[in-house]
């Protein structure tokens, strides 16, 4: 069963009593480890229900759930493999109500947040309010509520944000609702604060092991350790030189307690990588060498030294974007010796970028070229308006409460139900502190809505009882899509696609969507794909509503890009976890990569700041299997104007033999690298932090 590990993954597989962090360098082979660690722990007599494997997306959980098959076949069913906010769900469905939380609650998506943040702080205005979010979202990954929010406050920005807070709180329980941040923060407060909770579930969970460890922040450490309790059976699986999160709450310092929190924990390294060429892999140990080390490491690669990594320079974004069409037209074809490294399908080429705006270039030349390409981390399937539209009415059947929810199906398709008479519905409901939907059926509504618009809205009332009464006894794929169907057409919802696009082609585009959106339930009803982890394994059926409960953790972390024949272009934090045949890395300049904030002041952050961008950029040189370019711009916009530009840092600290750049001139280089050796030796050293 453990065939064809090395010694280290052995070592990690194998270490079944205590704490254990294994330091898994890019490409070094962490989901076999973690799959063969779950085939040994169920070998040696551990349930498969008492082992759980945590991860951050979907994806990632079913890669994981299909590899765990792979190995010890149908006993990968009960090994609870899902996502951090996945296990919230599970735990808060189970024992929220010791919280207060019903177990139909709703989870919020992000524009229902800053709907709820715009009303709760009187403001149109979408940045201020998104400014808000961050800020709260942020707070609430550091464990604060609204009170301690408030006392940490250090201005009066966010002593506002902080009101806001507390109000946006009071929402959330008035709609049974959360976010997802609360889908950590409860069951950590849950775990906190009811012991017997806290027993079940550390009796029920004999192992836990946590991929991409480096990702948790702080309140996921200390679920983390609520979960494993006293006994500490757990693994722990990371890579410090890849935490390029701490803009969303991630934190090294995690990394750091654990040996302090637990004393007996066993450090594994995995320093072999079974994706790059050794070439590849040295530019990639030297740009993160300047890196302070909490857990020193050297990659190595047994695939030979490989392509020499190529620096090209060009004179502006669109003649940089010329040369990577030129590029992988030259290695698609054979023209170029590094050719011979193999990967000619479109989609063994990728180009990853800094920013987003990086893009456009690009996709111009890639056009003009006619080359296929995707624009990864793009708008997502679930944030198209049409796809949130269903999901509104999903939640309301799900919890009535839901009063976003309610307003969004209530008007969309409209039914004669207006602005002012909403208005008015809510004003009644905030007097007597009930949602928007128990209201319909108040007796003293009729007092305040005239008797056509009462009529209305007494009318979508019953319809949604009667949806989900249909949904809670429809099961199954055949009876899922009818109903489905069914109900799409008695609400006339194509109509009112067609009605509201000036263009038939996108309406039809859209109406497309949808269709597909009910393909994509109706296969879950029919037990042919986990809920959680969008696995196809044959379970029970299920009914609509059980799905329709998931379906807005599913839309925040499902990745549904097919694997079409296509050059990716994709920014670096997008590109984590990713790899292909030839990579390119465009716009590799001071400015941008490591991007420079003019308005930075604090010295230790900016250290930091570029830290996490050199981390950025080993991150996007790992990511190449055979062949890396990096390309640089001697000008570029801003604004309106062509500025200056020079090459970034991580250029030079790449420390490529000069013989073997074959872009660039020799002499060039040379001056490159004494300019930011020169640099180097005006600029204080950064601190071991």
């Given amino acids: 069963m453990s065939s064809g590990l090395n010694s280290a993954q052995l070592d990690a597989v194998n270490h079944l009593d205590g704490p254990c962090l294994v330091l898994a360098g890019a490409g070094s ?78 989870i919020l998506d992000s524009h229902d947040v800053l709907g709820i943040l715009k009303d709760a702080g009187g403001t149109s205005d979408v940045a201020l309010a998104r400014q808000w979010q961050w800020t709260i979202s942020r707070w609430k990954n550091m464990g604060l509520g609204a009170q301690e929010a408030a006392a940490q406050a250090a201005s009066d920005v966010e002593r506002t944000a902080a009101l806001i807070m507390a109000r946006y709180e009071e929402r959330l329980t008035a709609y049974q609702s959360v976010d997802f941040d609360d889908l950590i923060g409860l069951p950590l407060k849950l775990l906190q604060e009811h012991e017997a909770v806290r027993e079940k579930w550390q009796s029920q969970l004999a192992h836990v092991l946590v991929d991409e460890y480096q990702d948790t922040n702080a309140t996921q450490y200390e679920l983390l350790k609520l979960l494993v309790g006293a006994r500490a059976s757990f693994t722990a699986v990371g890579d410090a030189d890849q935490s390029i999160y701490g803009w969303r709450g991630a ?11 637990f004393p007996r924990l066993r450090v594994i390294k995995l320093e072999q990588n079974y994706r790059s060429t050794s070439a590849i892999l040295r530019a990639a140990n030297n740009v993160i060498g300047p890196n302070p080390k909490l857990f020193p490491k050297t990659l190595f690669s047994e695939l030979g030294e490989g392509e020499p990594v190529r620096v090209v320079d060009a004179d502006h974004e669109d003649h940089e974007a010329e040369r990577v069409v030129a590029r992988i037209q030259s290695l ?22 800094r920013a987003n705006h990086q893009s456009r270039a690009l996709e111009t030349a890639l056009r003009k070229a006619n080359i296929p390409y995707k ?16 999901c509104a009415w999903f939640r309301l059947w799900v919890n009535n409460d839901d009063d976003p929810a309610f307003l969004r199906a209530i008007t969309t398709p409209k039914r004669g139900v207006g602005h002012q008479t909403l208005a008015a519905l809510g004003s009644f409901a905030s007097k007597f502190r009930i949602s928007l939907f128990e209201a319909l059926f108040s007796h003293s509504l009729p007092s305040v809505i005239s008797a056509r618009a009462l009529t209305a809205l ?34 006339g919802y194509e109509r009112h696609l067609f009605d509201s696009e000036d263009s038939e082609k996108l309406a039809a ?58 050059v990716t272009l994709s920014t670096l934090h997008a590109a984590k976890g990713l790899e292909w045949t030839h990579v390119i890395l465009v716009g590799i300049n001071e400015g941008l990569l490591p991007f420079s904030n003019d308005e930075e002041a604090d010295a230790q952050k900016l250290v930091e700041r570029v830290q996490e961008e050199r981390r950025l950029m080993y991150v996007g040189i790992t990511r190449a299997q055979r062949t890396l ?16 530009a020079s090459p970034s840092r991580f250029i030079a600290e790449m420390s490529l033999d000069v013989a073997t750049v074959k872009e660039d001139p020799r002499a060039k280089l040379r001056a490159l690298r004494a300019e930011f050796a020169q640099r180097a030796a005006d600029t204080p050293a950064e601190p071991l932090t």
Wanted: contains cysteine; proline residues 2%.
């Fill in 375 to 390: 624009v990864s981390g793009g708008q997502s399937f679930f944030e198209r308006a049409e796809i949130r539209d269903l």
């Fill in 29 to 106: 082979g962490k989901t076999r480890v973690i799959t063969h660690k779950i085939a040994r722990l169920i070998q040696v007599g551990v349930a498969p229900e008492r082992i759980a494997a945590i991860t951050f997306t979907n994806k990632a959980a079913s890669e994981m759930r299909e590899r765990a098959r792979q190995l010890v076949g149908k006993a990968a069913q009960s090994v609870l493999i899902c996502t951090f906010h996945a296990l919230g769900v599970r735990m808060l469905r189970q024992d929220g109500e010791s919280l207060g939380l019903k177990p139909q609650f709703s």
């Fill in 629 to 644: 370019a990096v390309s640089w711009v001697r000008q570029r916009k801003r604004g309106r104007e062509m500025v200056k």
């Fill in 251 to 261: 934190t090294l310092d995690n990394l750091r307690r654990l040996p302090l929190d």
């Fill in 332 to 353: 698609r074809a054979g023209h170029d010796p590094a050719s011979a490294a193999g990967g000619r399908e479109w989609r063994d080429f990728a180009v990853l970028y």
């Fill in 509 to 566: 585009a859209r109406w497309s969507n949808v269709l597909e959106f009910v393909d994509w339930m109706a296969l879950r009803c029919g037990g042919e794909v986990d809920d959680e982890t969008g696995v196809r394994v044959m379970q029970k059926r299920t009914h609509v509503l059980d799905v329709a409960q998931t379906v807005a953790l599913i839309s925040s972390l499902s990745e549904r890009e097919k694997d079409a024949n296509v």
């Fill in 458 to 491: 007494q009318e979508f009332g019953r319809e949604i009882n009667d949806l989900q009464y249909r949904a809670r006894h429809t099961e199954g794929s055949e009876a899922a899509r009818a109903f489905l169907l069914e109900w799409l057409r008695d609400i």
